[in-house]
């Protein structure tokens, strides 16, 4: 996962659409059932919500990146039940 943020880093555009597409992922990765996976899709998923607020302007577009990564942790609050 580390070096798909690395390619999108490079390209320096802090979209929201970049930002949507890393936590949608990242909220796939944490849902399939792996636990090693998940727990490292949880770490990205926060790594990139720090860094998109960091760099995107808008503060609605933050909210939208903030609601996608709490749900990449209710994920994992969910699956550590099971």
Known sequence: MKWF?????????????????????????????????????????????ARAENVLELPEDIEVVRKLAKFANSVNRMSSRE
């Open 5 to 49: 943020e690395i390619i999108i880093s490079w390209t320096f555009v802090p979209t929201i659409e970049i930002e949507v597409r890393l936590q949608k992922a990242f909220t796939s990765l944490a849902s399939i059932g792996h636990a090693a996976m998940r727990d490292a899709a949880i770490h990205h998923a926060r790594l990139a919500l």
